[in-house]
């Protein structure tokens, strides 16, 4: 799954009061693609708008290891671009 989607996925069950257990372990797997493309936990708690905790996020991403960090640098620099 490329990085937009992940992203996007992530933001609907946040947005959510309760989760079922397979959305909240989709959740959790979304978090650890995220992380692995490059994102970091304060970046991800941004994107839930802060419906888990950086702890938490950092408890789920545990000993998660970026392997494509290069490619988050040019999307969030392609943003600031876009914006400015």
């Known amino acids: 799954m490329d990085l937009e989607l992940a992203a996007k996925e992530l933001k609907m069950p946040a ?38 905790s950086e702890s938490t996020v950092k408890g789920y991403t545990k ?7 290069e490619l988050w640098k040019s999307t969030t620099a392609l943003f600031s671009e876009m914006l400015s």
Do not use: C, Y
């Open 15 to 52: 947005s959510r009061d309760r989760l079922s257990p397979s959305e909240f372990e989709r959740a959790k797997h979304l978090m650890v693609e995220l992380k692995q493309r490059g994102m970091s936990n304060p970046e991800i708690v941004e994107l839930t708008g802060g419906r888990w």
């Open 63 to 69: 000993d998660v290891r970026t392997s494509d960090s």
